[in-house]
C-alpha cells in the first residue's frame, strides 16, 4: 500500500472550538501579540509545541492505573528504569519531572563559572541552565546547519574541526562536558548522524570530556538514522538507538517528547561520582530518587512510552505527516528549512518576509498572522527567543535565523487537521507583502520569550 495511515484508531475525543477571526483579534489583542498567553481553548490546532502533548496510548493509560504510589522502591520506579536502560544502558538514572530539571541538576555538577560548554545547538533551557552555572554554552553546529535551505541529510551534526579548535583554545580544563542535541531542535528539528557521534564522541574520548546527549528526539533521530545512513536500513530502531547512547556517557531526557508522556523526564550516566553529587541535589529539589519529581503512574507511562516510540509504524506515520506538511507548503513557494524536522515542520520567516528586518520580528508576525488567519498556534524561534537586549545601552542582538516552528504533537491530529494548516499557511503566504513587523512592549532578563509583550509596528 502506498497510503501511510496514521496507524491507531480513536477511542476518545476531545472536542477543538472554531473562533471567528473578531474573536481572535480580540484575544491577540489581551495578549499583547504573545500567542503563550493565549488560553488554549481559544486555540483550534495547537501546534506550540510537540512537548507533554502526547495522545497517550491504551497501554499507557493501563500503566497509569498500575502505577504505585510508594514514596520509595515503588515497582513502578524499577520498570521506568528497567525501561531506560534497555535502550540508553546507562548504569544510573534518576526520574526528574522534566528535562529542564535534569540539566539543572546536571550543570550544577558538572559546571563552574568560566567553563564552556559545547553542543551542536543548546535548546533554550539547556543554555538557560548552563549559563545559570556562569558557564558559557557554545553552538558548534555543522555550517549547512545555519543555512535554512542547504541541503543535507544530518543537518544537526556537530562541527567536529571547530569542537577540536575549541579544546584547543579553552583547554580541556575548561570543557566539563560536550552535549550533542538528538534530533537538533533549535536548528530546525535536524538529525545528527551515527557517524557524527561516533565522532564527537571519539574526539571527547581522546581528551577525557563526557559526552552527554540531549535525548529528547532519540527516537526520532534513530529513525532518520535507518532512512539516510548507509548501512543502518535493516536495523530496528531501538538497536540504532542503543548504538548511538554507547558512544555517550550520559544523557538528559524530556519524557514530554520521545517518552509519549505529557510529563516527566530523567537524567542518566555511568559515573558513579557525578550520580552520587547529582543523587543529592535531585533528592534536595525534586525528590526521593524512586519517584524524583514524578507520580509512580507517569514512571509506568514513560516506561511505556519509550517502547511505542520507537515502533517502526508509529515512526512511518510520524515522519511521514511532518513531510507531508513541509512538502505541501514548500511545494507552492513557502520558504522552509529543508529537509522537513522530525516533530516539527520550520518556516523561514526572514525569507517570507523580506520586508521585515530581524529587529523588527519576521518571526512573531508569522506567529501572529498563523492565530489570526485560522487559530492555529505556533512558536518564533529567532530573534524572540535566542536575540538580547543589551541592558546597559538597550541595543538588541539578533538570532542567526528568523524560524517559526510547527510542531506536530505525537498522535493527535488527523491529515485533515493538517490540511487545514496547508491551506492557512497558503493564504498568508499570498498576502505575505503587507505583513509588518513587532516590536518588544515588555521582557524578561531570562527566557523573555514566554512572557514577553509585544506591540505591532505601523
Ligand atoms: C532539545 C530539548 N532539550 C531540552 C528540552 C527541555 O525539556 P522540558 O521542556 O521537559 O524541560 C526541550 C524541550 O522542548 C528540548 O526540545
Not at 480513536?10 to 499583547?32: F, Q
Not at 535525548?215 to 538497536?239: H, M, Q, T, V, W
Not at 507520580?295 to 519509550?306: H, K
Not at 514566554?450 to 506591540?455: D, E, G, I, L, Q
Request: aromatic share 8%.
Amino acid at each position: 500500500m502506498k497510503t501511510i495511515i496514521e496507524p491507531f484508531r480513536i477511542k476518545s475525543v476531545e472536542p477543538i472550538r472554531m473562533t471567528t477571526r473578531a474573536e481572535r483579534e480580540t484575544w491577540l489583542g489581551e495578549a499583547a501579540y504573545n500567542v503563550f498567553l493565549l488560553r488554549s481553548t481559544d486555540v483550534l490546532i495547537d501546534l506550540l509545541t510537540d512537548s507533554g502533548t502526547s495522545a497517550m496510548s491504551s497501554e499507557q493509560w493501563a500503566g497509569m492505573m498500575r502505577g504505585d504510589e510508594s514514596y520509595a522502591g515503588s515497582p513502578s520506579f524499577y520498570r521506568f528504569e528497567q525501561a531506560v536502560q534497555d535502550i540508553f544502558g546507562f548504569k544510573y538514572v534518576f526520574p526528574t519531572h522534566q528535562g529542564r530539571a535534569a540539566e539543572r541538576i546536571l550543570f550544577s555538577v558538572m559546571c563552574k563559572p568560566g567553563d564552556v560548554v559545547p553542543s551542536n545547538t543548546h535548546f533554550d533551557t539547556t543554555r538557560a541552565n548552563v549559563e545559570h552555572t556562569g558557564a558559557r554554552a557554545v553552538d558548534l553546529v555543522i555550517p549547512e546547519g545555519r543555512q535554512p535551505q542547504a541541503a543535507h541529510p544530518f543537518k544537526g551534526n556537530m562541527d567536529v574541526a571547530q569542537l577540536e579548535r575549541l579544546i584547543a583554545t579553552e583547554g580541556r580544563n575548561r570543557i566539563p562536558l560536550c552535549m550533542l542535541t538528538v534530533t537538533n531542535n533549535s536548528g530546525g528539528g535536524q538529525p545528527v548522524s551515527m557517524a557524527n557521534i561516533g565522532a564527537v564522541s571519539a574526539l571527547c574520548r581522546r581528551h577525557g570530556i563526557p559526552l552527554y546527549i540531549d535525548a529528547c528526539r532519540f527516537a526520532e533521530n534513530a529513525y532518520f538514522i535507518k532512512l539516510r545512513e548507509d548501512g543502518y536500513a535493516a536495523r530496528s530502531p531501538i538497536e540504532i538507538a542503543r548504538e548511538m547512547f554507547s558512544h555517550a556517557d550520559g544523557a538528559t531526557m524530556s519524557a514530554k517528547k520521545d517518552g509519549l508522556a505529557n510529563i516527566g523526564g530523567f537524567i542518566a550516566s555511568n559515573d558513579a561520582q557525578v550520580a552520587q553529587q547529582e543523587r543529592n541535589l535531585l533528592i534536595l529539589t525534586e525528590g526521593f530518587p524512586t519517584y524524583g519529581g514524578l507520580a509512580g503512574r507517569d514512571l509506568e507511562a514513560i516506561a511505556i512510552g519509550l517502547k511505542e516510540a520507537l515502533e517502526e509504524d508509529y515512526l512511518l506515520y510520524r515522519i511521514t505527516s511532518t513531510t507531508y506538511l513541509g512538502r505541501h507548503i514548500s511545494e507552492a513557494g513557502v520558504p522552509i528549512v529543508q529537509p522537513p524536522g522530525g516533530h516539527a515542520v520550520y518556516i523561514d520567516a526572514a525569507a517570507l518576509f523580506p520586508q521585515i528586518p530581524p529587529r523588527e520580528l519576521p518571526g512573531q508576525a508569522l506567529v501572529v498572522e498563523l492565530y489570526r488567519e485560522a487559530g492555529i498556534r505556533a512558536v518564533e524561534i529567532g530573534t524572540v527567543m535566542f536575540g538580547r537586549r543589551d541592558p546597559a545601552s538597550g541595543e538588541e542582538t539578533t538570532a542567526p535565523m528568523e524560524l517559526v516552528r510547527l510542531a506536530i504533537p505525537r498522535r493527535v491530529y488527523t491529515q485533515s487537521h493538517v490540511d487545514y494548516v496547508v491551506e492557512a499557511i497558503l493564504n498568508i503566504y499570498r498576502r505575505k507583502d503587507s505583513v509588518r513587523g513587532y516590536r518588544f512592549v515588555e521582557q524578561a532578563p531570562v527566557l523573555r520569550h514566554f512572557t514577553a509583550r509585544f506591540a505591532p509596528l505601523p
